[in-house]
Nanobody, 123 residues
Framework: QVQLVESGGGLVQAGGSLRLSCEGS????????MGWFRQVPGQEREIVAA????????YYADFVKGRFTISRDVAKNTIYLQMNNLKPDDTAVYYC????????????????WGQGTQVTVSS
């Protein structure tokens, strides 16, 4: 079993930055691929970024490339999403996710979800 707890959401002006954190726990957490998804009411949840269990391999959705960075601190069982140059279209609930393989989580298959954290970007 894996438990995920997100933090770091909030309200920011367009062009600003936020850093989301997701702390994981459970026996198999350190071997999981991890990712960040986001969801706007009425729309499907979409992947934002993902990383393999070592943090060396990463994936980014086209709409965040060059603005967001995913990273992983293995010692702290935590992943981060550094979000720079935020836009109003980035407003969503952001969810942390865990899955066995990076390619699987990129495909949208997720075994574990966090509770979500709201990010609101004002224009």
């Amino acid at each position: 079993q894996v438990q995920l707890v997100e933090s770091g959401g909030g309200l920011v002006q367009a062009g600003g930055s936020l850093r989301l954190s997701c702390e994981g726990s459970g026996r198999t957490f350190s071997s999981k691929a991890m990712g960040w998804f986001r969801q706007v009411p009425g729309q499907e949840r979409e992947i934002v970024a993902a990383t393999g269990w070592t943090g060396e391999r990463t994936y980014y959705a086209d709409f965040v490339k060059g603005r967001f960075t995913i990273s992983r601190d293995v010692a702290k069982n935590t992943i981060y999403l550094q979000m720079n140059n935020l836009k109003p279209d980035d407003t969503a609930v952001y969810y942390c996710a865990a899955q066995t393989l990076l390619r699987t989580i990129v495909g949208g298959e997720v075994d574990y979800w966090g509770q979500g954290t709201q990010v609101t970007v004002s224009s």
